[in-house]
């Protein structure tokens, strides 16, 4: 397995180090820059060499768009700063509509049924607490209220074209599908219950000082269909936070291909590859969002959410019922909510693309204590440990974007958004889309210091097995085994710094 080569102690070589050959060349794929502009971008996306003062802007992690007031339990909530009167409504309509409650058919709410029959969630915000991360059940019998299991089997020969061509994410199991659904409407079994153990797992950092890790065994509970398939893989995930889909949607695709390095032929150990997904019509694109990337815009990101997890149907996902195999006939025999006069799906595409302005402008908080000197040196830390390899640090967005809120801002949200091979022990052994079972597509980190002041239980990592940043840390492997060991090695206040760092984006 390959590892990361460690950064060079003298910070000059820092822009060297994390700058690939190729971007000279890749930068001119940009077609939305004039020259000036181009040379612009390359100058303020270059990686800093200082770590004695913030460099320019870095306190506005979303260029114009970055929230600025007041830090409380709510501040993952508000719209981008730099929206306009009339796109503030439509934020705020599909705020109620993410936040709105659905029912089963019938009901006398005909505008909000359609519900299931099977599900894991009745509103958007149940998974996605005031719009930030959700957690995995703490102990064996706790409800698992904003996590999802992944199902599927390894597949038949005409499935894995299928999923070689991009028209299927993955085998579902025969009778359960893609996803299980921990809930159901009146008279109707849930698919089943979620139960995961932990193990303690003790790791000795230099210092003397001992991190317990909990790792996780997933198990599902009165399965109400029947048995699982016997070679079901399972995947464990928790929602992840929301803001700042908008400006992710807006890196330019040259910028983030850029990182790309799949044979790894720079040889520093990180070999990055971009997810590639086929999207509602059918074109080949870049997957941005999902743990594995497997959704290339947040309007279909969002429709996947609405079937999966709420069985209602979109325009890009029509069936009204959901993830409801039609081995679950009791479920397919139910009544849908699909109003003629409203539409031809639960969820008509003017109330879908309400739910996606308003996924894409859920505004960015500003850094915090960006002057301070542990947090830069923390900073420093976080370069020179190769955390950054793989965490990019800025972007520009494309200047030619329809949104004028999202168009041609800086961003500082510190992702590559390429999948990563992250080791043995977060591998969940399950592919999804062109993810292997190792792979995970980087997270962005900006406003994860936030995590707990909007979610006290927030918990990080695809299946939220880590309760704190460090915990996070030392469960990296595979390509960033080497950064996570020079993490250990560390004396403690650099471990300290470090941390100070996260908890300040």
């Known amino acids: 397995m390959k590892r990361p080569v460690l950064a060079a102690t003298a910070v000059g070589l820092f822009a060297c180090l994390f700058l690939p050959a190729s971007y000279a060349d890749d930068a001119t794929a940009r077609d939305d820059l004039t020259a000036e502009q181009r040379t612009r971008v390359e100058e303020v996306t270059r990686p800093t060499a200082a770590f004695d003062k913030p460099e320019r802007f870095e306190r506005m992690s979303a260029g114009s768009a970055t929230f600025t007031k007041r830090i409380n339990a709510n501040v993952f909530s508000h719209a981008s700063s730099n929206l306009e009167f009339a796109e503030l409504q439509r934020f705020l309509l599909g705020n ?67 999923i070689a061509d991009g028209r299927l994410a993955a085998a579902p199991d025969p009778v359960y599908g893609l996803q299980l659904q921990d809930a159901a409407v009146a008279g109707l079994s849930p698919e089943g219950r979620v139960e995961i153990a932990y193990e303690d797992v003790p790791v000795a950092l230099s210092g003397g000082e001992t991190v317990t890790l909990r790792k996780p ?41 850029a990182w790309a390095d799949p044979e790894d032929r720079n040889g520093d150990g990180i070999s990055g590859r971009p997810a590639q997904v086929r999207d509602a019509s059918g074109a080949w694109k870049l997957g941005r969002f999902g743990w594995k990337g497997i959704a290339p815009s947040i309007i279909e990101q969002s429709a996947g959410a609405f079937s999966g997890d709420m069985g209602l ?74 955390c950054a390899s793989c965490h990019r640090p800025k972007y520009v967005t494309r200047n030619d974007v329809a949104d004028p809120a999202l168009r041609f801002q800086l961003i500082w949200p510190y992702t590559d958004m390429l999948l990563h091979n992250m080791g043995e022990d977060l591998a969940d052994h399950r592919s999804e889309g062109s993810a292997d079972g190792y792979e995970w597509r980087t997270p962005p980190l900006w406003g994860i210091g936030l995590s707990k002041v909007v979610n006290d239980e927030a918990a990080f990592l695809h299946d939220g097995r880590a309760r704190t940043l460090l915990e996070a840390v030392l469960w990296h492997g595979g390509e960033a085994q080497a950064a996570r060991d020079r993490v250990v090695e560390m004396d403690k206040q650099d471990r300290d710094n470090l941390i100070r760092f996260l908890e300040s984006l």
């Not at 998974?127 to 904003?146: L, M």
């Not at 995947?235 to 929301?242: E, F, G, L």
């Not at 009204?320 to 595409?349: I, K, M, N, S, Y």
């Open 96 to 162: 109620g509509l993410f936040r709105k409650d659905w029912v089963s058919s019938p009901s006398s709410t005909q505008a909000s049924d359609g519900l299931g029959p099977l599900f894991n969630a009745r509103a958007c915000q149940s998974c996605h607490i005031k719009d930030g991360r959700g957690h995995a059940p703490a102990r064996i019998g706790d409800p698992a209220i904003s996590l999802l299991v992944r199902l599927s089997v390894p597949p038949s020969e005409e499935q894995a074209k299928a």
């Open 217 to 257: 065994t997933l198990a599902i509970r009165d399965p109400g269909f029947g048995p699982l398939d016997p070679d079901i893989m399972m995947s464990a995930r928790v929602a992840p936070p929301m803001i700042g889909l908008g400006l992710l949607e807006s890196v330019a695709e040259s910028d983030i291909l």
């Open 313 to 386: 149907s979109t325009p890009i996902a029509p069936d009204h019922w959901g993830d409801c195999t039609v081995a679950q006939e009791a479920c397919r025999a139910l009544p849908h909510g699909a109003q003629e006069r409203f539409g031809a799906e639960e969820v008509p595409g003017d109330l879908l693309d309400l739910v996606s302005f308003y996924s894409h402008h859920l505004a960015v908080p500003a850094r915090r204590k960006v002057n301070d000197k542990a947090v830069l040196a923390g900073k420093k830390v976080f370069y020179e440990a190769g």
